[in-house]
């Protein structure tokens, strides 16, 4: 896939002002005194004959120089990849060098694997054993799949909790992650609170650098219960705005700043070394290969977007607004090649479920009861020639079982998608399902279900819920079960798992049916002005 821009732009490393270890140097010479492996491990991006195994070395991960604490030299790191936990039947092995320049990320891509089977790995550096991952390879592309377990999260604030719902996910062990967005957030200590004080604080400031953003991901890796999801299953990740600044759209910064493009381009380049990316993926400049698909044999396939990097900048100075531009066809949220290449998807697909991965809300949400549609400017109500075509697109090539996938908003959604919005009786075409946060915005509360207000005016919404959480699915030939799950609380560690709602969607009915309603037990159900809590969730950033 082509990247829209080869600007060749060399990013800036800088220094932080925190560091953990008070005069702790990065030697230069000299076997590891530590374990460098404080990070864990990863996999991503399965195919049906391989996938991507990760890794960072940083015995001193939250230095502030952002390179963890490594000596500044090639470490060779030796990799296993087992069909059994205890790696007594070890299939692979080799050697991959971890460089400094890539701030000793490891990047495996392996191939030539038997597809639609689990296998573990580690990895080794010196006289330090990383701890084991479990991953997977998808199954044939020809092979009609009976089954996919898949979770879908977005929007980790570390200040604003505990990753509790990752660990949660993790015991459910799925055979599939996807991250949509905001999987780090890029604001300096104590300038993005929830009510009541943030449980946790950020190290260094707000993320400028290419040390500042590795040492970032650095800190959001030491959280055990992040570990321990990225060591289950292998994940597919695209990112949102807090990666690199809030809300920026592609050459265009949040606030006027003559250094973005340094910023963008040390944001990607932190963003490959710490995930699970193949090397299409690898910056160059201010450019990176992020939209791609993964196929799960014939039953599903996952188009994952960038509605970030091409997209024009948000209308009418951003938030919720009755705006001209937001109906402007010539505007696009994807850019003319992402746009293309999902619409050749669409006529090429044999799958029975085709799944769009992405970031902002996809389906209409008018906040306003009279004439005039106010709409929020970031998501796709305020690209709506972009929504429009790629929702014609997918019916014109008759995709059999269309579903969006999304996060960002920091509340569970499930909506229906229309054709044309103006008519609240038109026929559904697809389905959108959207996360909670992991953290981002606090412990939240729970609503009765179908109290939105919003859905008076708006009844595709069928339901909303703004406890912290995550999504999980099971996808079948015949359906594909959403389980709504929900934490009663982040801003201490251990809550338990809670399933709010279930809503199915079956083969070839466009459309939700709920057939679970639970709420949180002990809860109280908060039922004030939903829209404004919506709005003020949704807009309200340092």
């Given at each position: ?24 140097v ?11 492996f ?6 991503g991006d ?20 952002g ?10 790191v ?6 059994d ?55 044939p592309r020809?092979?009609?799949?009976a089954?996919l ?24 062990a ?6 949509l ?21 950020h ?11 590795r ?17 289950v ?38 963003y ?44 009418c ?36 479920w ?76 697809g ?17 009765p279900?179908?109290?939105h ?9 069928r ?48 459309g ?8 949180t ?22």
């Open positions: 896939m082509p990247i829209s821009r080869r600007t060749l732009l060399t990013s800036a490393a800088g220094a932080a002002t925190v560091i953990p270890l008070a005069g702790a990065t030697p230069s010479r000299g076997p590891l005194r530590a374990d460098p404080t990070l864990g491990v990863a996999s399965p195919a049906p004959d391989g996938f991507v195994l990760w890794t960072r070395l940083a015995p001193t991960p939250l230095a502030e120089d390179l963890g604490g490594m000596p500044y030299r090639t470490v060779p030796t990799w296993e990849l087992a069909a936990e205890r790696f007594r039947k070890v299939v692979r092995r080799g050697v991959v060098h971890a460089r400094p320049d890539r701030a000793h990320s490891v990047h495996v891509e392996l191939d030539g694997l038997a597809p639609g089977r689990e296998f573990f790995y580690r990895f080794r550096a010196e006289r330090w054993i990383s701890p084991v991952g479990r991953t997977r390879t998808a199954p020809w092979a009609r799949e089954a377990a898949m979770t879908f999260v977005s929007c980790s604030q570390f200040e604003h909790g505990y990753f509790t719902a990752y660990r949660r996910l993790a015991e459910d799925p055979d599939l992650i996807l991250h967005g905001d999987y780090q957030y890029e604001y300096a200590p104590d300038t993005y609170n929830i009510p009541g004080g943030n449980p946790r604080d190290e260094g400031p707000e993320t400028v650098t290419l040390a500042n953003y040492q970032r991901h650095a800190q959001y890796k030491t959280d055990l219960d992040l570990q321990a999801a990225h060591a299953a292998p994940w597919a990740v695209v990112w949102d705005d807090h990666e690199t600044e809030n809300n920026w759209a592609d050459e265009v910064p949040e606030q006027p700043d003559p250094n973005f493009l340094a910023r963008r381009a040390a944001a990607f380049q932190a490959y070394e710490n995930m699970p990316l193949r090397r299409t993926s690898v910056p160059t400049g201010v450019d990176m290969q992020l939209y791609r698909r993964l196929h799960w044999g014939r039953l599903a396939t996952f188009h994952m977007l960038d509605t970030r990097q091409y997209r024009d900048d948000q209308g100075g951003d938030g919720y607004k009755d705006c001209p531009a937001a109906s402007d066809p010539a505007r696009s949220i994807t850019g003319t090649e992402q746009e293309r290449w999902l619409l050749d998807g669409f006529r090429r697909s044999t799958a029975r085709d799944v769009l991965g992405q970031q902002v809300f996809f389906g209409q949400r008018d906040n306003n009861s009279g004439p005039q549609k106010v709409l929020s400017m970031d998501s796709w109500d305020g690209y709506q020639g972009s929504r429009d075509r790629i929702t014609r697109g997918w019916v014109d090539a008759g995709v059999r079982n269309p579903v969006v996938l999304t996060g960002d908003v920091h509340a569970h959604w499930a909506d229906e998608l229309k054709l044309d919005w103006n008519d609240p009786t038109s026929r559904t075409v389905t959108e399902l959207v996360c909670s946060s992991i953290t981002s915005g606090g412990n939240g509360a729970d609503v279900s179908g109290n207000s919003w859905a008076a005016w708006n009844p595709h919404l339901f909303y819920n703004n406890q912290r959480g995550y999504v999980r699915t099971r996808i079948t030939g015949d359906s594909l079960t959403a389980d709504f799950v929900v934490l009663p609380y982040v801003t201490t560690p251990g809550a338990a798992a809670h399933t709010r709602a279930t809503f199915v969607i079956e083969d070839r009915v466009p939700l049916h709920q057939i679970a309603d639970n709420p037990p002990g809860a109280t159900l908060r039922s004030a002005d939903l829209g404004a809590e919506t709005v003020r969730q949704e807009t309200e950033r340092p």
